[in-house]
């Protein structure tokens, strides 16, 4: 068995096929999209089976990759800091349950599989580890560094998170140290809760926000230089914003945020403002926090340079357990009448969401998870009534849904999520089950973003070019820069506009598996698993 935290192992994975091909510099593979389109007309449910044939071409050198985060001194940030330096040195401290090694379980790609066939003869099925599907960063390798509001030197910053033993935090606090204290950054107080000002001690002087992009742009351009990195991922692990408005003029369209900056508008979040810097740097953007960081200005803008974003908010425990739990439930035929979400939490996270603007984000963020299973399903919920021009009314019947937060200082990193599913079975019964979850937030978000960071890092190495007849550009392109395949680490993914979100956890990561796949030309190996159901 391979272990997660295995010495890195050269990528050996090689496909034998003519749909693959592979030089010194790419991977290239031939792939056939199929689908199929459907005509619903009177009584009869028309399908036609649909193939389009594309092709994936995958830079083979992983880059040397710099991690930026906004935050860096929070919980998160200093608890991925640690971690990886844990890794990097192989430290092993002491617990009270014995000797306790690093490693990155709760990484989908360092500490999860893909069945990727079988053995001939025997037909055992064969697993692969996720990042040996195709070659990706190490998380040890990756530069860090990062901006916070908070000047505290990085080895502090992690015992003030009072996440990690002490054991490790001691021996790690010599490597910390190095990492120095973060980049000054942008506090716009109207953002965040009132109750984080106590931080704010390590700031860009000033309030022209024209001119605090310029800064963030320097210090993203001077960390690739003194690092010698070939891409930077930049990442929002900072506090959860308030939503800014969507104002007609300041920040609908790219050139309107631009100008908005320019005249230090109000309506600029810090998060938007880093966006856009990373943006125009032509590094990836990646939002782990629930606020509309990405309002249209910064999509168009994304689109414009061909710039990489993904969001929104860290998909961790209650809302991943929620999208398994709904799915399960609706796709068992059984009708969710109402779920209930109650947290408290003790960390910085807590007292910040404690406030009632930034606690709308995280509600918005949470309450969104079952929507596609409920659209999905429309013999237990009734569809939205169809107004007069044939356009849907409502979103037609849902299960209730409430979520509710609060801040209980003495559970510190320890969050409890209660949730209680209460259902409609068969005849008029009812079901109701009960989760109480308790977790260590920190320790469960910090794989999430190595995950983000690391799969974001090869999509900006994939094209694609389309090879079907009617195609009218056949040179290869990047992906849309909406990277809605890092949805299953996001609790509110960002897709491109005009398409459905998919919330099904087990749809997210069979897109992810299928896609990297893909890549690398196999298609097709479903869980039909046709030889052992026939004769
Ligand atoms: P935290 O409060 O410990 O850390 C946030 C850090 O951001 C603080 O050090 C703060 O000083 C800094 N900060 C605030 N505004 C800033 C700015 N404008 N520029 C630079 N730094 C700034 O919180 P955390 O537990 O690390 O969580 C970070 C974010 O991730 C939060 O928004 C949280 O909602 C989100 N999140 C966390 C989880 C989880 O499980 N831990 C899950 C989903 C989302």
Redesign the pocket.
């Known amino acids: 068995p391979i272990h997660p935290t295995a010495a890195r192992r050269p990528n050996t994975l090689v496909v034998q096929s003519e749909n693959t091909q592979y030089s010194d510099e790419y991977i290239t593979s031939h792939f056939n999209n199929r689908g199929a389109t459907v005509n619903l007309s009177e009584g009869q449910i028309l399908v036609t089976p649909t193939v389009q044939p594309y092709e994936f071409q995958t830079k083979r050198a992983v880059s040397k990759t710099g991690l930026m985060m906004?935050?860096m001194?929070?919980?998160?940030?200093s608890t991925l800091c640690s971690t990886i330096l844990a890794n990097r040195h192989n430290i092993v401290w002491r617990t009270k349950e014995g000797v306790q090694q690093p490693n990155y379980i709760g990484s989908l790609l360092r500490a999860s599989t893909v069945r990727i066939g079988s053995e001939p003869g025997t037909g055992k099925e064969v697993h692969v580890p996720i990042c040996d599907v195709l070659p990706m960063v190490h998380p040890n390798d990756l530069v860090l560094g990062g901006?916070?509001?908070?000047g505290v030197p990085m080895d502090k910053a992690m015992a003030r998170?009072r996440v990690l033993d002490y054991d490790l935090q001691r021996q790690v606090a010599p490597y910390m140290a190095l990492l120095g204290k973060p980049l000054p950054?942008?506090?716009y107080p109207d953002f965040?809760a009132a109750n984080?000002e106590a931080?704010a001690d390590n700031l860009i002087p000033g309030d022209d926000k024209q001119a605090h992009l310029e800064h963030i742009r320097a210090d993203i351009r001077k960390f690739k230089q003194d690092n010698e990195l070939d891409r930077i991922v930049v990442f929002w692990?900072?506090?959860?914003e308030r939503y800014s408005d969507i104002i007609p003029g300041v920040n609908d369209t790219a050139d309107n945020l631009l100008a908005s900056i320019k005249s230090s508008h109000a309506e600029v979040s810090?998060s938007t403002l880093f966006a856009v810097a990373a943006i125009l740097e032509g590094e990836p953007f990646i939002n782990?926090?629930?606020q509309n960081t990405f309002v249209p200005g910064v999509i168009e803008l994304a689109e414009r340079k061909q710039s990489f974003i993904g969001g929104d908010?860290?998909k961790?425990?209650q809302t991943k357990l929620k999208s398994v739990l709904a799915e399960f439930l609706v796709n068992a035929g059984i009708k969710p009448l109402s779920i209930a979400s109650y947290n408290h939490l003790g960390?910085?996270?807590g007292h910040?969401?404690s406030a009632e603007r930034q606690f709308k984000s995280?509600e918005i963020s949470k309450s969104s998870v079952v929507d596609d299973m409920v659209d999905a399903n429309r013999l237990l919920f009734k569809a939205p009534e169809v107004g007069p021009k044939g356009v849907p009314v409502g979103k037609g019947e849902h299960p209730d849904h409430i979520v509710v937060i609060k801040y209980v200082p003495a559970v510190g990193d320890s969050k409890r999520a209660i949730d209680e599913y209460y259902s409609e079975i068969f005849c008029g019964g009812r079901s109701t089950i009960n989760i109480f979850n308790e977790c260590e937030?920190?320790l469960?978000?910090t794989p999430l973003i190595l995950d983000l960071t690391i799969l974001t890092e090869l999509l900006t190495r994939v094209k694609y070019r389309d090879l079907s007849a009617e195609s009218k550009n056949k040179e290869f392109a990047p992906l849309y820069p909406v990277l809605s395949l890092l949805s299953y680490m996001l609790?509110a993914p960002l897709v491109k506009p005009g398409t459905e979100v998919i919330n099904s956890l087990n749809r997210q990561r069979n897109a992810l598996e299928s896609f990297l796949k893909a890549c690398v030309g196999l298609e097709g190996s479903s869980d039909l698993l046709l030889d052992t159901r026939i004769w």
């Open positions: 906004i935050g001194g929070g919980n998160n940030g901006w916070d509001i908070s998170a950054s942008i506090y965040i984080q931080r692990t900072a506090n959860t810090p782990g926090a629930p908010d860290l961790s425990g960390n910085n996270d910040n969401l995280k937030d920190s469960l978000a609790k």
